[in-house]
């Protein structure tokens, strides 16, 4: 099964317990295929290293490290228009295009609002964690 999480998935799975941590040990135990893309590693980068609660950076590229070594790197070449209020967003569905993603995991609602895109489920973190236990 291969999927998409959306940054605040990662963020959140760092931080504090709860369905998306539990999907950060789903990706650890392999029990579904991370895809990733440039645009979303840069995304998450800036993130952990702007974010509220202070990350040391060797920490930071630790997480980096696990995900690019479960995950698959695509670079879409198709750009997308889906998400209107957010156009940023559509980068998470660039890349589940390119590998024929099954699911994106967001907690953003200008993702979650679409519920499906050319086949694939936007759903949230608790949703996924019902799906791969």
Do not use: C
Request: glycine share 2%; hydrophobic share 50%.
């Amino acid at each position: 099964m291969k999927v998409i999480l959306d940054t605040n998935v990662i963020v959140s799975g760092i931080f504090w317990k709860g369905a998306s941590e539990k999907v950060l040990y789903a990706l650890a135990d392999d029990k579904f295929k991370l895809v990733i893309s440039s645009r979303i590693i840069t995304e998450i980068i800036k993130t952990l290293t702007n974010f509220k609660i202070k990350l040391p950076f060797d920490e930071i590229l630790l997480w980096l490290s696990i995900l690019l070594w479960k995950a698959e790197l695509v670079e879409p070449e198709e750009r997308v228009d889906v998400i209107k209020d957010d156009p940023d967003d559509n980068k998470f569905i660039e890349a589940a295009i390119v590998e024929n993603a099954d699911y994106i995991v967001s907690q953003d609602k200008h993702l979650l609002n679409i519920k499906e895109y050319k086949g694939i489920k936007i759903i949230l973190p608790e949703d996924f964690v019902k799906i791969i236990s």
